[in-house]
């Protein structure tokens, strides 16, 4: 059974750093790329970046490039999202998700997120 | 950067048709992908490009594209069928994906 299970849920101070998890089994975990989604309170979901476990190349959204770094631990099967200063801007819940395997169709290789963890919420306050 | 555009919220009574759009500029080219959320839930998958079905979603819920916009439709939409739509696409590159700005269903 495919599972994502992220670390429990934090609470820090405005400029302190943190780093949270993901940790995939059930399947080979560097097979499948792993995407980072937050949702504000009472918001929609953006997403952030995603990870290819194999290599841990990386692509960002715009939105939040040099704001996170994402990277990932294939010997332990973990990807990580981190902040080194975080803002009260950053309390959120934030979910990892697996990307299905690549597909080939008319529009070039395609996936989607197939299976999700149970997210982490993240709450920034002094 | 890349956006797409839903409605934010739909209304329908038990056994109505929801319709929920998904509008984005890349969408002739890349394909569309809903998720459901309830509420303290993680998303859960619904329809994948544009028209699949995964297993265990209940027929009621289908999928369409032409052009740049996606829709979503739940025929005969039930009241546990009220939650948080999302649309998800990439951009152009294919490289960076984004969520649509999220639709709120309410069935009463």
């Known amino acids: 059974e495919v599972q994502l299970v992220q670390s429990g849920a934090e609470v820090k101070k405005p400029g302190e750093s943190l780093r949270i998890s993901c940790k995939g089994s059930?399947?080979?975990?560097?097979?499948?790329?792993i995407s980072w989604v937050r949702q504000m309170p009472g918001k929609g979901l953006e997403w952030m970046g995603r990870?290819?476990?194999?290599?841990?190349?990386?692509n960002y959204s715009p939105s939040f490039q040099g704001h996170v770094t994402i990277s990932a631990d294939k010997s332990i099967s973990t990807a990580y999202l981190q902040w080194s200063s975080l803002k009260a801007s950053d309390t959120a819940m934030y979910y990892c998700?697996?990307?299905?395997?690549?597909?080939?169709?008319?529009?070039?290789?395609?996936?989607?997120?197939?299976?999700w963890g149970q997210g982490t919420l993240v709450t920034v306050s002094s | 950067s890349y956006e797409l555009t839903q409605p934010p919220s739909v209304s329908v009574s038990p056994g109505q048709t929801a319709r929920i759009t998904c509008s984005g500029d890349?969408?002739?080219?890349?394909?569309a992908y809903w998720y459901q959320q309830k509420s303290g839930q993680a998303p859960v998958l619904v329809i994948f490009?544009?028209?699949k079905r995964p297993s265990g979603i209940p027929e009621r819920f289908s999928g369409s594209s032409s052009g740049t916009m996606a829709t979503l439709t739940i025929s005969g939409a039930q009241v546990e069928d009220e939650a948080d739509y999302y649309c998800?696409?990439?951009?152009?590159?294919?490289?960076?994906?984004?969520f649509g700005t999220g639709t709120k269903v309410t069935v009463l």
């Open positions: 998700a697996r990307h299905s395997a690549g597909r080939a169709t008319i529009f070039g290789v395609v996936s989607h997120l197939d299976y």
């Open positions: 059930g399947y080979s975990f560097t097979n499948y790329w």
């Open positions: 990870i290819d476990p194999s290599d841990s190349y990386t």
């Open positions: 890349a969408l002739p080219k890349k394909y």
């Open positions: 490009e544009d028209s």
């Open positions: 998800y696409s990439t951009d152009s590159s294919g490289n960076h994906g984004v």
